[in-house]
């Protein structure tokens, strides 16, 4: 790889390889960090399961390049910097949604947002982090990489290379898995709504079983890794359904409670109507 020069990027595939790791791993540790702060525990934040966030990595790469003729100028490249990492973060945003038929996040609440993709706030942070990124970090990421031994680097690349491959395979069915188990949760939920609607106040053994399901479904749903790493995401299709599970999350009780709990309503109910008769 060291001897592969990509000239729109300036450098060698080499070097590329290393800039574009540290910073999507940098970019998971910022984002642990920050929702870290905010809800204060520990989540595993980005599309992958391991500690990488490839758009960190794409985006570091496109404005490194295109915007070290004009490192010099604070202001040109304070805003130029803000519009492309915006103009990239609504790109993959689209393409996430276009693919996964999701918005992994949603910056709705925020003043001046495009279709939640992006919003002033988060683009003028961006702004400022890569100034810092461009005139200062790079420089030294650069220096850094020029240590590295290339029989070492290229063994290291590999292995990177492999596993994140099979971290994506993992992930994609872990998408796959999180989707059929929200399908299963949205027929689950019609189902308890028609026969709900038949059988007015009495709730039958079938009933049971069904909220059961439905709540041990929803709880997996609800403790999964991309639930957890994309709190604001908005699936395309069972939204409603979807709601209606984050509304469940402060609910202490777990399924086989609520599962109980219905159980004696119902025994509760029979012994009464013997009692009438």
């Known amino acids: 790889m060291q001897n592969i020069y990509i000239n729109f990027l300036g450098n060698t595939l080499f070097e590329v390889f290393f800039y574009f790791c540290w910073w999507s ?8 960090v920050v929702r870290t702060l905010e809800t204060g525990g520990f989540e595993n934040r980005g599309f992958l399961n391991g500690p990488f966030c490839p758009i960190y990595g794409f985006g570091v790469m496109i404005i490194t390049n295109l915007l070290d003729p004009i490192k010099h100028h604070f202001v040109l490249l304070y805003f130029t910097s803000a519009i ?5 973060e609504l790109s993959v945003g689209l393409l996430m949604k276009k693919l996964f038929h999701a918005k992994w996040w949603d910056y709705s609440t925020e003043k001046f947002n ?4 992006i ?3 988060i683009s003028l942070l961006w702004g400022v982090g890569s100034v810092m990124v461009i005139r200062i970090v790079q420089p030294l990421i650069a220096k850094a990489v020029n240590y590295i031994p290339y029989m070492f680097g290229n063994i290291f690349a590999g292995v990177i290379i492999t596993v994140v491959i099979i971290d994506l395979a993992a992930t994609l069915a872990d ?10 949760v949205d027929y689950i939920a019609t189902l308890l709504h028609d026969k709900s609607i038949a059988l007015g106040e009495n709730i039958s053994e079938e009933v049971l079983n069904l909220n059961a399901k ?16 994309f709190p604001t995401m908005t699936p395309l299709s069972y939204n ?5 599970i984050k509304n469940r999350i402060n609910r202490s009780d777990n399924y086989e409670t609520k599962y109980e709990n219905t159980k004696l309503i119902i025994e509760n109910e029979k012994g009464n109507k013997k009692n009438e008769d």
């Open 25 to 32: 791993v940098f970019g998971w540790f910022l984002e642990v």
């Open 84 to 88: 492309i990492c915006s103009i990239v």
């Open 114 to 117: 495009y279709q939640g993709f």
């Open 119 to 121: 919003c002033m706030r």
């Open 175 to 184: 998408i796959r898995n999180f989707n059929k188990k929200l399908k299963q």
């Open 214 to 229: 439905y709540e041990k479904l929803s709880d997996q749903i609800k403790n999964s890794r991309i639930f957890k790493a």
């Open 240 to 244: 409603h359904t979807f709601k209606m």
